[in-house]
């Protein structure tokens, strides 16, 4: 088992920064199996799109919409994932999940908001 904990989540205007951070935690096992880390956002009505994931060895993907403004990143020795992000605009505003495979099995967090106020 493992769970997820985000937090950085707030209120910023457009244009601003905020960095997001999730901390994976559990059984050794199931950390130490840990590959695939992403980010994803649902906003209101909509569906749950993936932002931006990351693999074990580093290799990074980003939707087209936040190419160039966000950045992911982790760090394998505090299990933890980050999600960068500037430039923000009101478009962004959506819950942010995220999300790890350990042992081929899918685990989320619970969310945390980002509202972007134009």
């Known amino acids: 088992q493992v769970q997820l904990v985000e937090s950085g989540g707030g209120l910023v205007q457009a244009g601003g920064s905020l960095r997001l951070s999730c901390v994976a935690s559990?059984?050794?096992?199931?950390?130490?199996?840990?590959?695939?880390m992403g980010w994803y956002r649902q906003a209101p009505g909509k569906q749950r799109d993936l932002v931006a994931h990351?693999?074990?060895?580093?290799?990074?993907t980003y939707a087209d919409s936040v190419k160039g403004r966000f950045t992911i990143s982790r760090d394998d020795a505090k299990n933890t994932v980050y999600l960068q992000m500037t430039g923000l605009k009101p478009e962004d505003t959506a819950v942010y999940y995220c999300?790890?495979?350990?042992?081929?099995?899918?685990?989320w967090g619970q969310g945390t908001q980002v509202t972007v106020s134009s």
């Open positions: 559990g059984s050794i096992s199931s950390i130490n199996h840990i590959n695939h």
């Open positions: 999300n790890a495979f350990s042992l081929q099995y899918p685990y």
């Open positions: 990351i693999t074990s060895g580093g290799t990074t």
